[in-house]
């Protein structure tokens, strides 16, 4: 329905929209006023809109007069509105961004890498040294049975070795000879039963004796044993191999003393034990090595006439306290974060 109107009306009508408009578009402040504004100047129910519909009931001359006024009114609001929109747009964006602020003044938080156990570090130097000379590293259970522990090294029921390496049994229904290994040695019977010669391992691992604890003592340590199996290998294949190991490790100028031991399972030939007074004669027992006993090669199947080759085992806890400086073994098994952040970081 289109009430007449004058053109004078009209035209002021259009006026007085034009600036209430404006005001109202100025004062939107959020996009859904805006929305508003433009239903109220440009909708249905419009000043504006009953003016356009009056546009027929105009003399020509008028209606093209209004008409232009009205396309004017029209394109003046579109206009404001795009502009106060776009404003709109980037205070929203403004206070996005303010909110996001990152103050880089601050001082950062400091991550905390990881470390290498020092026991672990160690570990790696030794194995990677003998994995260059072409061994292999291989594991083994740290529950066995007697016959692996001792009975296949060799070692006779009554040898005083199984008291006193203070072996820890285990008491489970149903199973009997089970103990804690007292050493990584019966990987070498388990390494020969898996595999004909010849044989390069290294085994490292934690081995249990039923020993006090002291500063110096854990009823917990850790070895890495060592075995080369194949025909034609002499003592002097175990000396040459065990001082080029010493001198990776320790340094070339290091000097390297074999002296003569006993372990059933080898043959007598070298090792460190019963070196008392190594604080005052400068000389500290890593390992015990030997050739390896002909029974125990047939014990495993190997034809002892045509293989030899020789065994060694080292514990490196105190290798691990001597290198670090570190006075007490208990600190190796405490887990603290501010011992353990000393060592060598991860990655
Ligand atoms: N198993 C011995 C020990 O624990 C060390 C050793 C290994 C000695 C191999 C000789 C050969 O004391």
């Known amino acids: 329905m289109s009430i007449p109107i004058s053109a004078d009306e009209a035209l002021r009508t259009l006026g007085e929209e034009l600036t209430g408009g404006l005001e109202l578009i100025a004062a939107a402040t959020s996009v859904a006023e805006l929305e508003a504004a433009e239903v109220a100047m440009l909708g249905r129910k419009s000043r504006f809109s009953s003016v356009q519909r009056a546009l ?3 003399s ?3 209606r093209r007069t209004v008409g232009r006024r009205t396309n004017e009114v029209r394109d003046a609001f579109r206009a404001a509105l795009a502009a106060r ?3 709109l747009d980037a205070g929203r964006e403004a206070r996005l961004l303010e909110a996001d602020r990152i103050d880089v003044t601050l001082p950062g938080r400091r991550l905390r890498p990881g470390s290498l156990h020092p026991l672990t570090i160690v570990q790696y130097e030794i194995v990677d040294i003998f994995t260059r000379m072409g061994y292999r590293v291989v594991e083994g259970p740290e529950v066995e049975t007697e016959w692996y522990n001792f009975d296949a090294l060799n070692f006779a029921p009554d040898h005083p070795a199984r008291t006193l390496m ?3 049994y285990l008491d489970v229904p149903g199973e009997s000879g089970l103990l804690l290994r007292t050493h990584t040695s019966p990987m070498q ?3 020969m039963e898996a595999q004909p010669p010849p044989v390069h391992v290294v085994v490292p691992g934690r081995v249990y004796r039923n020993e006090e604890i002291t500063a110096k003592n854990m009823p917990v340590f850790h070895q890495v044993e060592g075995l080369a199996v194949d025909e034609g290998i002499a003592f002097s294949d175990l000396k040459g191999t065990v001082e080029t190991f010493f001198r990776a490790l320790l340094g070339p100028e290091r000097e390297v003393r074999l002296t003569p031991s006993f372990f059933p399972f080898v043959e007598p030939v070298c090792g460190g034990k019963g070196c008392r007074t190594c604080a005052a004669t400068g000389w500290i027992e890593i390992m015990g090595a030997g050739m390896v006993h002909p ?4 014990n495993v199947g190997y034809d002892p006439e ?7 085992g080292m514990g490196y806890d105190r ?5 670090f400086g570190i006075p007490d073994i208990r600190l190796l098994w405490e887990s603290d974060a501010r011992f353990l952040e000393q060592f060598q970081a991860v990655g």
């Open 189 to 191: 019977i388990r390494t």
């Open 60 to 62: 020509e001359e008028d």
């Open 85 to 87: 929109r776009a404003e």
């Open 166 to 168: 203070d072996t820890i």
């Open 295 to 298: 029974k125990v090669l047939q």
């Open 56 to 58: 027929g009931s105009l």
């Open 306 to 312: 045509r293989y030899t080759g020789f065994a060694f």
């Open 319 to 323: 290798l691990a306290m001597i290198r």
